[in-house]
């Protein structure tokens, strides 16, 4: 289904973006996976990428650095020919109460979550719009929609990068590009490692009972990669905890 297709993976290296590299992989596409400082677990998911026949590279690049990214997805671009889809999946918490948060802890995830993405796009959106042909799937949060306690900075990046997501839409819809959000509610990751999966009041808040799993959200990224009609939408993954 993705054959012939390049993606790049922001956050690759664990979590929803091992899965969703390794889901586009399966699909047939060729995997250049981002990460901060995962080097072992980078090379890993490549090196599972591969075993499912298709070409995989591991980039270390800190997304929040406009100019690493620029040199990254221009590295990228040279070895893999050109990119096709885009998926920003990168992200950190820095959770506390407002009351208290640090400015640091604020601009952080703001930074990492929110311009990392901006940074992706603004330097893949020229090689979209010379292909006449891009994919930009953000991974947004159901924090961003409904708001969570504690998470005052995480909420604003994901509800930005809705934001984001709508406005990048219609700029780039007139040359073919996509641009969608998916917004998962508890994925079982080393993100959610601190809450235990026997937190009852958790679970009870969650309609089909259970926390995600990524492939799960892999699901939902392969499903928008393929789609050339959906732009500018929001799916959540979050078994209805947001409904
Ligand atoms: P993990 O903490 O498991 O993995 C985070 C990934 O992001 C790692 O690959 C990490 O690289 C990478 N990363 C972190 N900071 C940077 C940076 N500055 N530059 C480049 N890469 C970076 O997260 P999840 O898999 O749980 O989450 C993935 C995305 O999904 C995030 O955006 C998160 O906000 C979102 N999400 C997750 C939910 C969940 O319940 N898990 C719910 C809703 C949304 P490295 O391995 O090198 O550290």
Do not use: W
Request: charge should be neutral; hydrophobic fraction near 45%.
């Amino acid at each position: 289904m993705l054959k012939g297709k390049v993606a790049l993976v922001t956050g690759g290296s664990r979590g929803i973006g091992a899965a969703v590299a390794e889901k586009l992989a399966s699909l047939g596409a060729e995997v250049a996976v981002i990460y901060s400082g995962n080097e072992e677990k980078a090379e890993a998911v490549c090196e599972r990428c591969r075993t499912l026949g298709v070409r995989a590279a591991a980039y270390r690049c800190d997304v929040a650095d406009f100019e690493a990214v620029k040199g990254t997805v221009a590295k990228v671009k040279e070895e893999f020919g050109t990119i096709h889809i885009l998926v920003n999946n990168a992200g950190i918490t820095r959770d506390g109460l407002v009351l208290s948060m640090k400015e640091e802890d604020f601009d952080g995830v703001l930074d990492v979550n929110l311009k990392g993405a901006f940074n992706m796009i603004r330097h893949c959106s020229g090689i979209f719009l010379r292909n006449r042909f891009g994919r930009i799937i953000n991974i947004s949060s159901v924090s961003g929609m409904i708001g969570n306690p504690g998470q005052v900075n995480y909420s604003a990046s994901k509800a930005g990068l809705i934001g984001m997501t709508k406005s990048v839409a219609k700029e780039l819809a007139p040359r073919g590009i996509t641009c969608n959000a998916v917004a998962p509610g508890f994925i079982r990751t080393d993100m959610t490692g601190e809450l235990s999966a026997a937190d009852n009041k958790l679970l009870s808040a969650i309609p089909l009972g259970r926390m995600g799993q990524a492939e799960e959200v892999a699901e939902a990224v392969a499903f928008l990669a393929a789609s050339a009609y959906i732009t500018g939408e929001v799916i959540r993954v979050d078994g209805g905890i947001a409904m």
